[in-house]
């Protein structure tokens, strides 16, 4: 599981601007560059679909794992889902 490899110091607790972009079918790429540059070039182009603020708790975003999304931002620059499912290992 995923959530046996978060470090306690998790640096993006105090919240952070998320930007999303839509990739071929329903794969969703999120990160932290508000140009989707660091995005896997395997689901390329990437469209811009919307920029939100993330926290750890709180208000749960649709259609994403807020605790999945901040972890794989945090270890690998980016979160990428499948029909909602995290591929983000496929890609790394």
């Known amino acids: 599981m995923w959530g046996t490899r978060r470090s306690p110091e998790f640096r993006y607790a105090g919240g952070m601007m998320v930007h999303i972009f839509r990739g071929p079918g329903r794969v969703f790429g999120c990160t932290a560059d508000a140009s989707g540059a660091n995005l896997p070039a395997k689901f390329a182009p990437w469209a811009p679909f919307k920029s939100i603020e993330m926290s750890r708790g709180g ?11 901040l972890y794989d931002i945090e270890a690998h620059g980016f979160h990428v889902t499948d029909a909602h499912v995290r591929i983000t290992d496929q890609v790394i």
């Open 59 to 69: 208000e749960p975003v649709p259609g994403i794992d807020k605790e999945e999304c």
